[in-house]
């Protein structure tokens, strides 16, 4: 037996404490509906497939990111972001957001219990890989904690550590149903990307306006918003 490199063990065990982040997709049919006034029904769903890219593309290139797993049922989506890097789990309970994040954290779990998990957004086209290795430092030390949106009534990001529940409550007002159920909120300034999702035509102008990543902005350029 070949004896392992002291190297080889100390990058196994920074890998361990990187974090697994579970990703949701619906359906790009149905995707971005609150988009539909300043796109129209085509590009919305092109816009949804672009956020997903940009989310997908900037987590990927964090340091603090060990994988990241989409749950969804659109082939087409599935195949764009697994070429991206991403492990595809298809969305089996079927039963809305938070169950969908439930299963994507069982499918992490089952292959790597040790390691700390987070709920991502996909609709977060101004994601900076520097910007999110801060709020994922920043939730290290908590059990759970969110980041909320940009607008303070929903969430962008909820972080469990190795051990701990993700427990998500994603919806409506989600950041007051995360502090009520114990997760410590995440401030931070100059993170106004890890915060900037995108629902309808005047956050896409807001993402704009921080940079977006090169899918977004090509598919935006098609855009009447």
């Not at 769903?45 to 956020?51: E, I, P, T």
């Amino acid at each position: 037996m070949v004896p392992m490199h002291r190297d080889d063990t100390a990058a196994r065990a920074a890998a361990a404490l990187r974090w697994s982040l579970v990703v949701p997709l619906k359906p790009l049919a149905l995707a971005k509906s609150r988009l539909a006034p300043a796109a129209g029904g085509r590009l919305r769903s092109a816009l949804a497939l672009a956020f997903a890219q940009d989310t997908v593309a900037a987590a990927l290139a964090c340091p603090a990111v060990e994988e990241v797993v989409i749950v969804t049922d659109d082939p087409h989506a599935g195949a764009e972001l697994a070429a991206l890097g991403a492990r595809i789990v298809p969305d089996a309970p079927g039963a809305g957001l938070n169950a969908a994040l439930e299963h994507g954290e069982a499918a992490v779990r089952a292959e790597r219990p040790g390691a700390p998990v987070a709920a991502l957004n996909a609709d977060l086209p101004a994601l900076r890989p520097a910007e999110l290795a801060r709020v994922l430092e920043a939730a290290r030390t908590h059990r759970r904690s969110f980041l909320a949106d940009a607008a303070g009534i929903g969430t962008t990001l909820l972080t469990a550590s190795a051990g701990t529940a993700l427990a998500p409550a994603f919806g409506d007002a989600s950041r007051l149903r995360h502090l009520r159920s114990g997760a410590a909120e995440i401030v931070l300034p100059d993170v106004e990307g890890v915060r900037r999702d995108v629902d309808t035509g005047e956050d896409l102008a807001a993402a704009l306006s921080l940079g977006v990543g090169p899918h977004t902005l090509r598919t935006s350029a098609a855009s009447p918003a």
